[in-house]
């Protein structure tokens, strides 16, 4: 049966090459994944701990849903100023209270110019937050818009990169979701 995987997109761009990627995974996965892109991040409302717990907003209630819901997680994102961009951090700083993200199959990718400091960024704070992933779920591109071009195009190792990365993400999926107790 298809998995069900809930990519988050951190880009604030409407014409995102982290888009494009996920898109082009989507695809490259045939059969095997069935991904829905989130496309509520720009209109979270900003993190507040005094509604956090008692009174999300409905925004945040229904993403905190569709990660429960989901069998995986794909975090797709830029690098923003060395860090992870402001709307992809407020939608992790709602679910801190949670457990929704505990051991969670989740695909990490930081497709940016350079990225290496949010890629680890973004792995420290899905550690914290206690999401399963490996180095094998786990992605750092750099210089992306060298790599994948306005129709999705990608260059022959990237592409074989996301091969690898769908494959080590549907087999981690497959192996939580045989082990989860009903
Ligand atoms: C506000 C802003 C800050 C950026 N800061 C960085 C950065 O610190 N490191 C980096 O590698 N790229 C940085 N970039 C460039 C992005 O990584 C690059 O434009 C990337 O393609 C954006 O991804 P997207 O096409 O999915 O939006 C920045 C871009 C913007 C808009």
């Known amino acids: 049966m298809k998995k069900n995987i809930l990519a988050i997109i951190g880009s604030a761009s409407s ?17 095997s994944l069935n991904i829905e892109i989130y496309e509520g991040l720009q209109d979270l409302p ?10 999300p907003p409905e925004a945040v209630q229904l993403i905190r849903q569709k990660i429960e819901q989901a069998d995986g997680i794909l975090i ?4 923003y100023i060395f860090s992870i961009p402001s709307g992809l951090k407020n939608l992790l700083e709602w ?3 949670t457990t929704i993200f505990a051991q969670k199959p989740t695909g990490l990718i930081t497709a940016s110019s350079n990225g290496a400091e949010g890629h680890r ?3 420290r ?9 490996t180095a094998d779920t786990s992605l750092l591109i750099n210089g992306i818009k060298s790599k994948i071009d306005l129709n999705g195009n ?15 993400l549907k087999k981690m999926v497959d192996e939580a979701t045989r082990h989860k107790t009903f």
Do not use: W, Y
């Not at 797709?76 to 690098?79: A, F, H, I, V, Y």
């Not at 704070?125 to 992933?133: E, G, L, P, S, V």
């Open 15 to 31: 014409n995102s090459s982290n888009l494009r990627l996920v898109e082009q995974i989507a695809l490259l996965s045939g059969n």
């Open 46 to 55: 900003h993190f507040n701990p005094a509604l956090s717990v008692d009174q």
């Open 76 to 79: 797709c994102t830029p690098e």
């Open 95 to 97: 679910c801190v209270a």
């Open 121 to 123: 960024e973004l792995t």
């Open 125 to 133: 704070i899905m550690q914290t937050i206690d999401a399963k992933f």
């Open 154 to 168: 990608l260059r022959e190792a990237l592409k074989n990169q996301l091969i690898q990365f769908i494959n080590n």
